[in-house]
């Protein structure tokens, strides 16, 4: 039994009331508590890897989904605290410690608070010592699985059925990719079984339950079922417009797309493409882009994109060379062509932060290309503009050592200083946001962008802010929980409202367009020669562009699980929203005249279908039942 002690703590007296429960070395993931009595929950952190170039953000929800807490760790912070009370009640508080995250985090409460742990999928969720143990049930007739990943530690699972001294062991071993992993059919009862897990081997964990609840306690005692109550939402819409919403788009791919592909990119109304410009092909082959960027831009009607210079496969480490500067003239040539429809972005380098080993190895690479663009005046006519730095996220370090010294925002402000009338556009790229209560930082990104580049006398920023690549990991860091369900619908619906919420984004772009064979991250699966369908992230898509309009209106919203968006066009008012939640919500919304001019709501569940729905309005209030983990659009006609 000595296993979780050590993990967690547990330092857990049974004959002393006062005892305390402890958690420790958690990285990702859920810690639900329920009390009886007057309790507090104490949060304290160690770094762990690159914390002094990273923020975080921790979440306290109460038992109706009401944020009670937010504590954001600033990144000089590698070490701190955090207390919170905890009340009397008959549902679950819910603290999050969202992943990816760069430290150890450590919890102390009352160990007659009842607390189940809700470890993240794939992802490791804690850091374990050999023989760490916690316990899970199974309810009768559920056909569980338990499964787990091999992270460089815990290389098995061991579970022991306590009613009878069944024993399991999954071996987790190693593989290439990272989304593959190991499980275990648990045994069919007829009667509710509680199991023993035990954890073997030192270091990163993944563990977690599918088929039933993804809850671990410390003792069998504490497996009680997690209790949420209905929540309330309260939105208020203002006539005030705060700016245009961004174009929304994706990342496609350097060839001609397939015509088969054609009625679903259709589907995904894309007005915004991320590109990338290979300059070893066009320094050989000046022409090879031309084709199928009038494809993109005719047939599909994208008007506004960012293209990213780099070498073959990505390759970023982009040089100010005879190859570089003839493939940049070859790009540059490529959209004149295209007869001065639309914004064209270049950036100088993929994700410079992350692939170069100094800001002033960019810097000079930077300078010497802004230089061959602004040379020629006929490339701004064309709609050519300079995007920079295409950063690894922004306002966080990227992936790699010394990140405290690459942290986007950082170069962004040097360059600014130096070169500001070369540049037309701040540019980025964020990854590892995977929470879905942790989807707010989209928002503090822009907001923060926004402060950098300067706001002009409307309001809006002087420089594009351009979010050119996002998802909710980077590389081939993927979990199919992540990337193939209709969990990705929910962050996608998010991260779209959050970061366009305040009317500063000009371009927002899912990253990519369809799967590859090492990156299975796309809208679109391909499931064989000329053969396609939308993945569940892809169909969501379909369901925001059909409510997208073009202007931002001013909405209060008390809620911290449903996001919400109030757009105008012409006389057409739009609400995009989505329960990320799985309570049910009932919503409240005043500043609509009601009853709602040509009104109409719509949701969009987890059957990847939508649906009309039911909505009341009363003495100038319009309600609505709001079903957990739903996308929503409530639309009417102002006129």
């Not at 937010?70 to 992943?99: C, D, F, K, M, V």
Request: charged content about 20%; overall charge neutral; some cysteine.
């Amino acid at each position: 039994m000595k296993g979780w002690y050590l993990l967690f703590g547990l330092g857990l007296s049974l004959d002393a009331l006062a005892a305390s429960m402890r958690w420790g070395e958690i990285r990702d993931g859920s810690l639900f508590l329920q009390t009886d009595q007057p309790d507090s929950v104490t949060v304290r952190w160690t770094p762990a890897w690159q914390a002094d170039a990273n923020e975080e953000q921790l979440y306290l929800l109460d038992g109706r989904g009401k944020l009670l807490g937010e504590r954001l760790i600033n990144a000089s912070e590698t070490r701190g605290s955090q207390t919170w009370p905890l009340l009397p009640g008959a549902a679950s508080y819910r603290l999050e410690i969202p992943g990816y995250s760069f430290r150890h985090y450590r919890i102390e409460h009352d160990a007659r608070t009842v607390a189940l742990f809700a470890p993240a999928k794939v992802h490791f969720s804690a850091e374990s010592k050999n023989g760490d143990v916690l316990y899970f049930k199974v309810a009768a007739g559920e056909r569980a699985v338990l499964a787990g990943k091999f992270h460089g530690g815990v290389t098995a699972l061991q579970a022991q059925r306590i009613g009878d001294h069944q024993a399991l062991t999954l071996a987790l071993k190693p593989y290439r990719a990272y989304w593959q992993f190991d499980q275990i059919a648990l045994p069919v009862s007829p009667r509710e079984q509680v199991w023993r897990l035990q954890l073997q081997g030192s270091g990163k964990a993944a563990f977690w339950l599918d088929g039933t609840a993804n809850l671990f306690a410390q003792n069998p005692q504490q497996l009680q079922p997690l209790r949420e109550e209905v929540a309330e939402v309260r939105l208020v819409l203002h006539d005030k417009v705060l700016g245009r919403t961004p174009d929304l788009g994706i990342a496609l791919p350097y060839v001609m797309p397939p015509a088969a592909s054609h009625a679903l990119l259709d589907a995904l109304k894309p007005t915004a493409a991320s590109y990338y410009s290979f300059v070893d092909v066009t320094a050989q082959n000046p022409q090879f882009e031309d084709a199928f960027r009038r494809v993109y831009q005719q047939r599909f009607g994208i008007r506004n994109d960012i293209t990213l210079l780099a070498g073959s496969q990505r390759q970023a480490d982009l040089r100010a060379d005879v190859q570089s500067n003839s493939g940049l003239d070859a790009w540059l040539a490529s959209t004149r062509a295209l007869g001065g429809n639309g914004t064209h972005y270049i950036g100088f380098a993929d994700e410079p932060n992350l692939n170069y080993s100094s800001y002033g190895q960019y810097q000079a690479i930077f300078t010497s290309m802004a230089r061959q663009v602004r040379s020629d005046p006929a490339n701004a006519r064309a709609g050519v503009r300079i995007a920079m730095p295409a950063s690894s996220r922004l306002v966080n370090g990227p992936f790699a050592d010394n990140a405290a010294d690459k942290r986007g925002i950082d170069w962004a402000r040097r360059l600014l200083s130096e070169s500001a009338d070369q540049i037309d556009a701040l540019a980025w790229h964020e990854w590892m946001i995977r929470d879905l209560l942790a989807t707010r930082v989209y928002r503090d990104s822009v907001r923060r962008a926004a402060e950098l580049v300067g706001l002009d006398a409307n309001g809006q920023p002087r420089k594009a802010l351009l979010l050119d690549q996002t998802n909710l990991s980077s590389g081939s860091s993927l979990s199919p929980y992540d990337q193939e369900t209709h969990y990705t619908s929910l962050w996608w619906a998010s991260v779209v409202i959050n970061a366009s919420q305040d009317g500063l984004l000009s371009m927002l772009n899912w990253f990519q367009a369809a799967d590859e064979p090492h990156y299975p991250k796309g809208m679109l699966r391909i499931l064989g020669e000329d053969r396609f369908e939308l993945k569940p992230v892809g169909l969501a898509q379909q369901f925001i562009a059909r409510h997208w309009l073009r202007q931002v209106l001013q909405l209060d919203n008390d809620a911290f699980e449903v996001d919400v968006l109030a757009m105008a066009g012409d006389e057409q008012r739009t609400l995009l929203g989505v329960n990320k939640g799985t309570r049910l919500q009932r919503v409240d919304l005043s500043g609509a005249r009601c009853p709602l001019n040509h009104g109409a709501l719509r949701y969009f569940g987890a059957d990847n279908r939508s649906r009309d729905a039911p909505f009341a309005c009363d003495n100038g209030r319009l309600r609505f039942e709001l079903p957990g983990q739903t996308l929503f659009a409530l639309s009417w006609s102002a006129s």
